[in-house]
C-alpha cells in the first residue's frame, strides 16, 4: 500500500509544471522555520528556568551567554525573547499554513487543466462509452480533493516531520538520557496507535461501505444493508476522533515519563542542588513534548488522509495518463484546410464499423461517393447506420475496415483535423452553452474577437435574425442551461446558424430541420441552397 502511494504520489509529480515544483522546494525549505523557532523556544526555556531556579548551568548551548547581567537581567531578556518567539511560532505556522493552502489550490489547477486538455484530446469514440456528467465530475470534484486529501497533507507531513526532527535532536543535545526515554516512548506510542488503530479502522470503514448494495428490497438485503450501515458509521466516528487521540493520551504520557525517570529520582536523592538542577531539564522536556504533540498529530492526521486518497488519485491518473492521440490544427504538420479538401469527390471506401465494446457491426462493406457540389440525402429505416455514416465522413469515427478518401487519398493521422476544419454538422440532439446567443453561434471563439456581422448573417439565413433583435440584450442574450430558454425549434434554428457561421464548406444535417414548421423549414432550405452554392450538403 505504501509503494503504491509513494509511486502514484510521484506520478502526479511528473505532470507539474516545473514552478510549481520550484513553489514545493520552496516549501520545504519554509517547513524549516516552524521547527527552528520551536527548537529555540524550548533552549530559550532552558536557559530561563535555570535563571529562576539557579541551577548551575553547563554552556551546552551555542550563545547561552549572549544575554549579558546576572539572573534576574537575564530572566528578564528571556521572558522577553520566550514571548516573541510565541508570536513568530504562531505566525510562521499561520503563514506556512497559508502557503500549503495556495500551492495544493495551484496544484489542483494545473492537474485539472491538464486532465481536461486530455479529455479534448480524445477521439469521438473516447466519449460514446462515458457518461458527461460522471466525467464532469471527476474533472472538476476529484482534482479538488486530491488536493486536499494527498497533496495538502504530504506538504503537512514535510513541515510536521522537519519539526519533530529538530526537536528531537534538540532534545537530546540538552536532555540526554532523559530526553531518550521521552522521545522514545512517544515514538512507540504513535507507532502503535498509526500502525494497529489507523490501519484497523481505515480500512475497515472502506471495507464496510464498499459492501453496502442498494440492488433489492428484500428484508435480508434490507436488514444487510442497516447492519453493515450501522458498522460503518461507527468506524467513521472513530476515524474522525483518531487524529486528536495523540493530544488526549501522548502528552499525559509524556509529563508522566518526565517525573518518573526525571524528578522522583531527584526527590529520593534528597540533594537540593540535585533537585535545582533537573529543573531547567524537566522544563525543557515538557516544553518539547507539548512542542511535539502538535507535529506528530499533524503527521498522523495527514498520513490517515493520505491512506484514504489513494483510489481518488489512482482515478486522475487515468484521465492524466490518456495519450493525446487527437492532433489539432495547431500540431507541428498538419496541412492547411484548403490543402486537402477535395477538387472531385469524397468517398468512403468499403467501410465497416462497430462501436466498441459491441460485436455486431453497423456498417459492413459499405462505399459511398460524393460528388463535389453536390447535395446527398441518406434514406433508411431507424438504426439502419446512417449518422454512423455521417460521423464516419466528418472523422469522427475511424471504420475497423475500409477508410475515408478524399480524391483517392486516405483521410488519417495530420490530415484529419484539417479535413475537420472543412466540415460542420447540425446533429439531432443540439448541445447549446449555458452562454450568450452570440457565443454559441461563434462557437469556441473569444467574444471579443467574434465578427458580428457574420453572426447576423448567420443568424438571417437560419430564421432567426428578427427573434434575436428583439432580444433585451440582442446577441449577448443568454440562452440559460442548453438553450433552456428557447423552444426546440429556436435551438434547432441556433444551432443551423452556428454551421452557417463556420462557412464551412461541406455541411451536414441530421434531421436539423425536424423541429420547424413547414414555412421556416422551406425559407431555411432556401437560405441553405444561396449558401451552399457548389457545396456538399448530405443530408439524413
Not at 465 to 490: C, H, I, K, W
Request: net charge neutral.
Amino acid at each position: 500500500m505504501r509503494s503504491q502511494t509513494l509511486s502514484n504520489l510521484r506520478r502526479l509529480l511528473g505532470y507539474l509544471p516545473r514552478r510549481r515544483l520550484w513553489s514545493l522546494g520552496l516549501q520545504v525549505l519554509l517547513s524549516l522555520v516552524p521547527g527552528v523557532v520551536d527548537l529555540l523556544t524550548v533552549a530559550v526555556v532552558a536557559r530561563l528556568t535555570g535563571a529562576l531556579s539557579g541551577a548551575a548551568l553547563y554552556d551546552q548551548l551555542p550563545g547561552i551567554h549572549v544575554f549579558g547581567g546576572d539572573r534576574p537581567d537575564q530572566s528578564l531578556w528571556l521572558i522577553g525573547v520566550f514571548v516573541l518567539l510565541a508570536w513568530v511560532s504562531s505566525l510562521t505556522k499561520l503563514l506556512l499554513r497559508y502557503l500549503q493552502n495556495s500551492v495544493s489550490t495551484e496544484i489542483w489547477r494545473d492537474l485539472s487543466d491538464q486532465a481536461f486538455a486530455r479529455v479534448l484530446r480524445q477521439g469521438f469514440e473516447f466519449h460514446l462509452g462515458r457518461s458527461t456528467p460522471e466525467l464532469a465530475a471527476q474533472i472538476l470534484q476529484n482534482y479538488e480533493r486530491i488536493a486536499s486529501c494527498a497533496v495538502r497533507p504530504v506538504l503537512q507531513m514535510i513541515s510536521a516531520l522537519v519539526s519533530i526532527v529538530l526537536l528531537s535532536v534538540g532534545v537530546l543535545f540538552i536532555g540526554r538520557w532523559l530526553a531518550v526515554a521521552l522521545v522514545g516512548g512517544l515514538a512507540i506510542a504513535y507507532w502503535l496507535l498509526q500502525e494497529r488503530e489507523s490501519n484497523e479502522i481505515l480500512y475497515e470503514s472502506l471495507a464496510s461501505i464498499r459492501d453496502i448494495q442498494l440492488t433489492s428490497s428484500e428484508p435480508y438485503f434490507q436488514g444487510q444493508f442497516e447492519r453493515v450501515g450501522e458498522r460503518a458509521k461507527r468506524y467513521v466516528v472513530a476515524g474522525e476522533l483518531l487524529p486528536d487521540i495523540p493530544r488526549g493520551l501522548i502528552e499525559p504520557l509524556g509529563i508522566s515519563m518526565i517525573f518518573v525517570v526525571g524528578a522522583i529520582p531527584a526527590l529520593l536523592s534528597g540533594s537540593s542542588q540535585s533537585i535545582a538542577s533537573v529543573l531547567p531539564f524537566l522544563a525543557t522536556i515538557a516544553v518539547a513534548a507539548l512542542r511535539l504533540t502538535g507535529p506528530l498529530q499533524d503527521l498522523f492526521r495527514a498520513m490517515t488522509m493520505l491512506r484514504g486518497s489513494l483510489p481518488m488519485v489512482s482515478t486522475a491518473l487515468d484521465l492524466l495518463d490518456l495519450p493525446a492521440d487527437r492532433p489539432t490544427l495547431r500540431t507541428a504538420g498538419v496541412p492547411s484546410a484548403a490543402g486537402v479538401f477535395p477538387r472531385h469527390t469524397i468517398r468512403l471506401q468499403q467501410v465497416s464499423y462497430r462501436y466498441p465494446g459491441h460485436q455486431d457491426w453497423v456498417l459492413q462493406d459499405v462505399s459511398l461517393s460524393i460528388p463535389v457540389g453536390s447535395r446527398v440525402a441518406l434514406v433508411g429505416s431507424t438504426g439502419s447506420g446512417k449518422s454512423t455514416t455521417a460521423n464516419i465522413l466528418l472523422g469522427l469515427l475511424h471504420p475497423q475496415r475500409g477508410q475515408l478518401e478524399l480524391d483517392g487519398i486516405p483521410v488519417e493521422g495530420l490530415d484529419l483535423p484539417a479535413w475537420q476544419a472543412n466540415c460542420a454538422q447540425v446533429p439531432q440532439t443540439i448541445s447549446l452553452l449555458n452562454r450568450s446567443v452570440l457565443e454559441n453561434v461563434a462557437f469556441g471563439e473569444s467574444p471579443e474577437r467574434v465578427n458580428q456581422d457574420r453572426v447576423w448573417e448567420a443568424l438571417e439565413a437560419a430564421q432567426l435574425q428578427e427573434f434575436v433583435a428583439d432580444m433585451p440584450y440582442g446577441l449577448f442574450t443568454q440562452v440559460g442551461e442548453n438553450g433552456l430558454r428557447l423552444s426546440g425549434g429556436q435551438r434547432q434554428r441556433l444551432a443551423l446558424a452556428r454551421a452557417f457561421y463556420r462557412q464551412a464548406s461541406f455541411l451536414v444535417l441530421d434531421e436539423a430541420t425536424s423541429a420547424l414548421d413547414n414555412r421556416t423549414e422551406s425559407e431555411v432550405i432556401e437560405a441553405l441552397a444561396t449558401k451552399a452554392g457548389g457545396e456538399r450538403v448530405p443530408e439524413y
